[in-house]
């Protein structure tokens, strides 16, 4: 055992020898241990590299504040930068590894960041990287500067590979949330389940309930923690961080799960968040100490005073051999006692308060401890550990005099405690400065968060916690000569503050970032009291003038993967996937993402690329006969008296004289007149509809709808469903559509007379029932047959049969849009980018002229909705027929425009045509169809394209071809 | 995450649950065709966007499916009041 | 009402890792329908469906069992919408009884059999494994037993059914069903 460990007492299993490696090399600990108290116990303070100036360091804590101590480790293909080794639970086989430093921990190239440090002070940044003017304010920064720091700053390396873990989410109410469980929470806790009713969750963040009670052998913890165990009412959650307080008394837990093991459970989380709502909080979360901002206060084995005693007491292990002990405040006293106890040599009390509690002073010197009041320390030495400390004496004029250096091999040291008011802070609730305690302490709750602290968080501290001090302790000579570190994990010290306040940051929150101090992954637990005591000396203000920078989540750094939860790879989003989706995965298609659903993109045959494919896929439609899943499209099945009113007032056309088993084009404006969405409706009876929508504005569409029947038009008697997902959609497309459906159809007549173009029919398909629509999207005669989803695969695969056998297949979505760009028919969304009205899109006809009132229709009526110039649509055709133009590309009058010459419009659809045999390209262009015949350019980086104004109909303008 | 009281179901639900519609208490006239082109572009786009107080509609969309109007503060999220479509602003008379 | 040409095998269960976890199982083929109008509306097709539609939002009257002949579910998921749910043979019956006896009364009758699939999702986690994706609070003073709600589950909305202490019932679109059936399969690994 290390001739540190004590020889009995603390939490950890002596007779549990736990192996572990640090930067490869192998050492020993115990169970209970944590990664810092195993290192100290192997005589191992230096744990890491400042980050800006690569000043060596140790753990000045125990606990979660820690601001230094900060490691990789990394296990079974895994690497997690920052942990705190203060938190971090030794397990056997335990490998961590400093960060920051290079090639090695104790021989860093970096360090000669301290030796420049004069010139690398705050603001630093900001003033210097200034590159020269010519090549842009930020080129220097990006090409030169940042590089170069970032390769010599900065804390762990993130990890290149997916995150091997699982990370689980829960949403939990209780009556009672209790954060923190020491003294006062485990209390609170007893009292709030004792009826046995109230559900309460108690969390802590550490391995074991308790939190000061730890460091001694009390018996009440073990008997409060049976009880609380005992009742089904109570759920205990250790290592469980609470994180974020939100609004309605909504607190985010990180609850790890398997950090702590030495054999990783297959399949089990690594990490819970607990998403919890509470009827009450409340918060337990003790006190922070403070350091003291003295000159060299950074050197590793100079650590706070009750870290020290934790060490030695819930531990076992020594910090050290000798120690000095610099304090403002009681609890010092009796840490020395204990490490004292612990078999430690205490040097001297050191104590900047001229008089302190004489029968403290008694009791030390009882124990045979020197104690000097009105003390302060004015330098330490040593290289990679503290080895001596230099003492001044305050003088009334605020001097220090004289410079007795004392051996020792740590200082413990305490600025007092600060309560833990950042959930509380988070929560909104607002502070108020306590002269006594030096401190912040909670004030007023915020609305709506039922919530209270107790303990050491509200300021109700114990006597030996009396006595603190804020801001930089005095030294001899001149202060800004001095490194006396205030934020450690950001490296900021008290001179850095002072230039702050003289360069003109006299708020608060600009000094914070004009110095960083406070802006560390630590967020300044233990820096922000001495930083913002330092401001209020500088400025002459007292220190609740000076204000306080906000609190925010997370309280301690919380991973990725726990945000993440469950939302990765396939469960990220919902994949939807049609009826028809495995067959086309069995045919080896190849899909593309619409929204959240999988669209077939297009068939490839034994060595097809997709204009392969797409080509040969168009060919088939025009030629013979193709079917295409449209399941995706939206559908609504609007039910009533007033079906066919509501159609009237929210579709641009006319419905009322709309036959039953007919079917219209319906157009829909939102009330500024823009097209928002389009497609047909089939009326199934007088009383009801069967409305299709584009597959991505189905929720949209529906919603609006019901925002009309709700709020504007309740006396309609009229209701909608939604349907999309009841039926598969086949498309079936071709002159050879008819005889493909004809042999699976029965109870519909399939001839033109009986069932003529955008028609609707009721009957059987494959003894299914069906609704058929007959309607094109194609230009060529078509079928759209609807079935119930649950019959959709089958109902293709006959229908497939059938194709094939009339020398037809399958199309996928781009052979869709190229068929229809040939006849000129807009995609919702790519002709349409919700500017544009029905006329614009060559709809106008659609309008119902005669109507009062639809939606849109005083939009329309705007003076800018009506005045010449518009953009309208219209067809190009390249002067090369073999250039396909690209979509979005601009369209202007010129070939070489003069920069700032506004474009005539843009592409908005450019395909090949394998039935026209050249490409073909839709746009909108100001005034377009008055330009039929111009022709225009589309300025490329490889020179302008020059294009033909067309009519957007490419194929068949008569429309001949419905007719099969 | 938010609960925002839904005054159909009658109980507290998780935002995630609601949308925001827009603001509340605009009526669509009712003949827009007699409305001068300034009270159309009124009514299609001039909102207030105040600090504080602000009456507007959410939808329970992933609930009951209904519009409703709330009362919320727009410097701390805390909603007032909800309360179905159709009724007055609180604390006006019809 | 669809006849059934290509049957879908229901989902032998255990979907889960564990069945001291939870359980999932398909329901059967059913036939549903949304009946959204007026009260008067809702109280004749009551009466024809042999259930009468429960009052209260967020509230669900059943009979009989799942699949089984005679059973019929009435689910009030919002103010004027009731989702009903029978065994498959009996959907076209139900369909015409109830479309006769609300002729004189506005309303909205409309096959969605196919909209959606259900499972039940059984087992002492099986609140637990809900609360893995959905905010509410499911404790039983807060979702009682017969208590249905649109809601949540992730991204995904599904209807939500409390049926027994242990017991849900689950409606949700086709094409997010794999999606929430995966997420509950995976949150159950936070119960091994």
Redesign the interface.
């Known amino acids: 055992m290390s001739m540190l460990r004590t020889p009995s007492g603390g939490r950890i299993d002596r007779t549990r020898a736990l192996r572990f490696t640090f930067d490869g090399r192998l050492m020993q600990g115990h169970q209970g241990d944590t990664l810092a108290s195993a290192l100290i116990a192997n005589g191992v303070h230096l744990m890491g590299r400042s980050f800006k100036y690569h000043r060596p360091r140790g753990p000045i804590s125990a606990g979660a504040e820690e601001p230094n101590a900060l490691v990789t480790v990394t296990r079974s293909g895994r690497s997690t930068p920052n942990l705190r080794a203060t938190q971090i639970e030794l397990y056997e086989g335990l490998a961590a590894l400093s960060q920051n430093r290079w090639p090695a921990l104790d021989f860093d190239i970096g360090a000669i960041n301290g030796l420049i440090s004069p010139f690398l002070g705050a603001g630093f940044y900001y003033k210097t990287f200034m590159g020269p003017k010519a090549l842009g304010s930020n080129w220097a920064w990006t090409k030169i500067y940042e590089p170069v720091i970032r390769a010599a700053a900065g804390l762990g390396r993130a990890p290149e590979g997916p995150d091997l873990d ?1 990370y ?6 209780c009556d009672v949330l209790v954060i923190g469980g020491g003294d006062a929470g485990l209390t609170a806790a007893l009292e709030a389940s004792a009826d046995g009713k109230a ?1 309460v969750i108690l969390c802590d963040e550490q391995a074991e309930f308790g939190g000061w009670l730890l460091n001694s052998d009390g018996a009440w913890l073990g008997e409060t923690l049976a009880t609380l165990a005992s009742r089904p009412n109570v759920r205990m959650l250790r290592r469980t961080q609470a994180f974020g307080y ?3 008394n ?1 607190v985010a837990l990180q609850e790890r799960l398997t950090d702590h093991l030495a054999d990783l ?1 297959e ?3 690594r990490e ?1 968040l607990w ?1 919890v ?1 509470a009827g009450e909080v409340i918060l337990a979360t003790g006190a922070i100490e403070r350091p003291l901002a003295f000159p060299d206060n950074d050197r590793p084995g100079i650590m706070l005073a009750g870290a020290a005693e934790t060490y030695a007491t819930r531990y076992g292990v020594r910090p050290g051999t000798r120690a000095a002990i610099f304090t403002a405040c009681d609890s010092a006293y009796g840490a020395a006692l204990a490490l004292k106890a612990a078999g430690v040599e205490i040097a001297a009390i050191v104590d900047i308060r001229l008089k302190p509690d004489p029968a403290l002073a008694a009791q030390a010197l009882e124990a045979g401890i020197a104690v000097h009041s009105g003390t302060v320390i004015t330098g330490t030495t040593g290289g990679k550990r503290v080895s001596h400390i230099t003492i001044g004496k305050l003088q009334p004029d605020a001097s220090v005099r004289g410079a007795d250096q004392l051996a020792c091999d740590f200082v413990a040291m305490s600025g007092g405690w600060v309560p833990s008011v950042h959930l509380f802070s988070q929560s909104r609730g607002k502070l108020r400065w306590d002269e006594t305690l030096n401190a912040y302490v909670p004030n007023i709750t915020a ?2 968060q039922k919530q209270r602290s107790v303990g050491a968080c509200a300021g109700a501290f114990s006597a030996e916690m009396r006595g603190a001090f804020n801001g930089a302790t005095p030294v001899p000579g001149d202060p800004a000569k001095v490194k006396a570190f205030v934020d450690f994990q950001n490296d900021v010290t008290a001179r850095d503050i002072r230039l702050a306040t003289r360069e003109g940051m006299h708020s608060v929150e600009h000094v914070k970032r004009f110095t960083t101090t406070g802006m560390a992954t630590d967020q300044g637990k233990t820096s922000n009291m001495n930083a913002l005591g330092i401001v209020s000396e500088a400025l002459g203000k007292s220190l609740p003038e000076v204000g306080l920078t906000t609190f925010r989540q997370p309280y301690t750094p919380v991973t990725f993967g726990l945000f993440a939860g ?2 990765r790879g ?2 990220f ?7 028809i989706h495995n067959w086309a995965v069995a045919q080896g298609a190849a899909f593309e993402d619409v929204g959240q ?1 999988k669209r077939a993109h297009y068939f490839p045959q034994k060595g097809e690329d997709i204009h392969a494919a797409t080509n040969r896929e168009c060919r088939l439609v025009r030629g013979t006969v193709g079917i295409f899943d449209a399941s995706t499209l939206g559908k609504i ?6 079906a066919a009113e509501f159609l009237e007032r929210v579709y641009v056309n006319n419905w009322k004289n709309l036959g039953v088993g007919r079917c219209r084009y319906g157009i829909l404006l939102n ?2 007149g823009f097209v928002i969405d389009d497609g047909v409706i089939a009326r199934l009876a007088p009383d009801r509809f069967h409305i299709t929508t584009t597959t991505g504005g189905a929720a949209r569409v529906f ?1 609006m709808f ?2 009309y029947l ?3 038009w ?1 006396d309609l ?11 598969a959609v086949i498309a079936v497309q071709g002159p050879k559509a008819r005889a493909v459906l004809a042999p699976l159809v029965e109870g519909i007549n399939l001839a033109s007379e009986a069932f003529p173009h955008m028609a609707i029919r009721e009957g059987r398909i ?4 069906t609704r058929l629509f007959r309607v094109s999207f194609s230009g060529e005669l078509g079928f759209e047959v609807n ?5 959709g ?3 293709w695969e006959a229908i497939h049969a059938e194709a094939i056998k009339q020398g037809g297949g399958a199309y996928g979505t781009e052979a869709m849009h190229v068929l229809r760009a040939e006849k000129g028919f807009i995609i919702v969304g790519q002709e349409t980018d919700g500017t544009m009205t029905p006329d614009d899109v060559g709809l106008g006809w659609a309008i119902g002229k005669a109507k ?2 639809f939606i849109g ?3 329309l ?3 800018d909705l009506m005045a010449a110039g518009r953009k309208q649509l219209v067809g190009l055709q390249t002067l090369d027929p073999k250039v396909v133009p690209e979509e979005g590309a601009q369209i202007t009058a010129e070939a070489n425009p003069a920069p700032g010459t506004a474009a005539l419009g843009h592409v908005t659809s450019s395909y090949w045509s394998e039935t026209c045999g050249r490409s073909i390209a839709l746009a909108v262009i100001a005034n377009g169809r008055a330009r039929v015949g111009e022709v225009l350019h589309i300025p490329m980086p490889g020179g302008a394209i020059a294009v033909t104004v067309v009519a957007p109909v490419f194929y068949d303008p008569k429309g001949e071809r419905l007719n099969g | 995450m938010l609960l925002i009281h839904c005054p159909y179901c009658d109980s507290n639900r998780p935002e995630t649950e609601f949308r925001n519609a827009g603001a509340a208490h605009i009526l669509r006239p009712s003949d827009p065709a007699t409305t001068s082109d300034a009270e159309w572009a009124e009514f299609l786009y001039l909102r207030e966007n105040p600090k504080g107080t602000i009456a507007e509609r959410w939808r329970h969309v992933h609930g009951c499916g209904r519009f409703f109007n709330a009362i919320r503060d727009t410097v701390s999220d805390d909603f007032a009041v909800t309360y179905r479509a159709g009724e007055p602003r609180p604390g006006t008379t019809p | 009402m669809a006849k059934t040409l290509m049957a879908e095998p229901p989902k032998s269960k255990p979907r889960l890792p564990n069945d001291a976890i939870a359980w999932i199982t398909a329901a059967p083929p059913l036939a549903r329908f949304i009946f959204r109008g007026s009260p008067e509306a809702e109280a004749a097709a009551g009466s024809a469906y042999g259930l009468a539609f429960p009052k209260a939002l967020n509230r669900a009257a059943s009979i009989g069992e799942r699949g089984k002949p005679g059973a019929r579910v009435a689910l009030r998921i919002g103010p004027d919408e009731l989702l009903l749910i029978v065994p498959i043979a009996e959907g076209k019956a139900v369909q015409t009884a109830l479309e006769t006896a609300t002729a004189a009364h506005p309303h909205s009758l409309v096959d969605i059999s196919d909209r959606h699939t259900g499972f039940a999702l059984e087992g002492p986690h099986a609140a637990d494994l809900i609360n893995a994706g959905c905010p509410l609070d499911l404790d039983e003073r807060a979702f009682p037993v017969g208590m249905v709600t649109r809601t949540l589950l992730h991204k995904a909305e599904i209807v939500l059914w409390r049926m027994g202490p242990t017991l849900f019932r689950v409606e949700v679109w086709r094409s997010f069903a794999p999606y929430v059936e995966a997420l509950l399969e995976e949150a159950a690994h936070d119960f091994l």
Request: hydrophobic residues 30%; contains cysteine.
């Open positions: 699982r689980a989410n829960r949403f939990a109410h559900s939100f609004a309605q909504f459970p399949g089990t989380p819970r998403q709502r609305p709506g469950q939302a396939d469960l989003d919902p994949v939807r996937k049609t009826p659903w099945e609007l039910v009533g008296p007033d009330e500024a919603a019901e925002d709700q709020t504007e309740p008697k009229v209701w909608q469903t939604s349907i999309t997902e009841q039926y494959c003894g299914v029932e079935v119930p989803a649950s019959q695969r089958a109902v009062t009132d229709k005083r939009g009526m705007r003076p």
